[in-house]
Nanobody
């Protein structure tokens, strides 16, 4: 069993910054990657960013490329998502998730086995 807990969400003004953290616990030995996803009201959950725990490969959605950075934090078993230049369309519930396999389709939710409850990010003036 793997447990994930997200933190760091909140209300931020447009062009502001926010950092989310995902703490992973439990049986983490065979994990391949950690991804961040978000879901806006009335929309499907979409992949935001992903980091491979095996070879440190990074992937980003086109909509966040250059603004968001995913990385393994200095705190053990924590993956963070640094978000800059936030836009109202970045609003949503942000979830982190883990998968135990390699896949080209890093953004495919069905590839992920374990999910956190999510943290709300609201970008508004």
């Amino acid at each position: 069993q793997v447990q994930l807990v997200e933190s760091g969400g909140g209300l931020v003004q447009p062009v502001g910054s926010l950092r989310l953290s995902c703490t992973v616990s439990g049986f983490t030995r065979d994990l391949y990657a950690v991804g961040w996803f978000r879901q806006a009201p009335g929309k499907e959950r979409e992949g935001v960013a992903c980091i491979s725990l095996v070879d440190d490969m990074l992937h980003y959605a086109d909509s966040v490329q250059g603004r968001f950075t995913i990385y393994e934090a200095n705190v053990k078993n924590t993956v963070s998502l640094q978000m800059h230049s936030l836009k109202p369309e970045d609003t949503g519930v942000y979830h982190c998730a883990t998968r135990g396999i390699h896949t080209i389709r890093w953004y495919a939710t069905r590839k992920y086995d374990n999910w956190g409850q999510g943290t709300q990010v609201t970008v508004s003036s």
